[in-house]
């Protein structure tokens, strides 16, 4: 079992920024992020294994996803931030190669965190 933890969400203007973290209590193949808003499915946002960062359209070239050298704390930073961005953001790990790779978002996600909340005002 690999537990994570999310941390860094919060209430931000439109057009703000945010950093996003996740503490994972072990290393895996990939870790990536989801975002969630009531009443609508999980989408995913950004994914990060040891090939190229893949990202949703909606956030490409506004939100940049990292890792710590150890692998096992991942980042979110969310500039440029829009009212749609608002929702609770998952991190996710997942320990499958060819789900990391196949940039498939319901493919990803062996492990959850609990989330945290981003609220972007209009």
């Known amino acids: 079992q690999v537990q994570l933890a999310e941390s860094g969400g919060g209430t931000v203007q439109a057009g703000g920024s945010l950093r996003l973290s996740c503490v994972a209590s072990?290393?895996?193949?990939?870790m990536a992020w989801f975002r969630q808003v009531p009443g609508k499915k999980r989408e995913g946002v950004a994914v990060?294994?040891?090939?190229?960062?893949h990202y949703a359209d909606s956030v490409k070239g506004r939100f940049t996803i990292s890792q710590d050298d150890a692998k096992t704390t991942l980042y979110l930073q969310m500039n440029k931030l829009k009212y749609e961005d608002t929702g609770m953001y998952y991190c996710?790990?997942?320990?499958?190669?060819?789900?990391?790779?196949?940039?498939?978002?319901?493919?990803?996600?062996?492990?959850w965190g609990k989330g945290t909340l981003v609220t972007v005002s209009s």
């Open positions: 990060i294994s040891d090939r190229q960062p």
């Open positions: 996710a790990a997942d320990v499958h190669p060819a789900d990391c790779y196949s940039n498939s978002w319901p493919d990803i996600g062996d492990y």
């Open positions: 072990s290393r895996t193949f990939c």
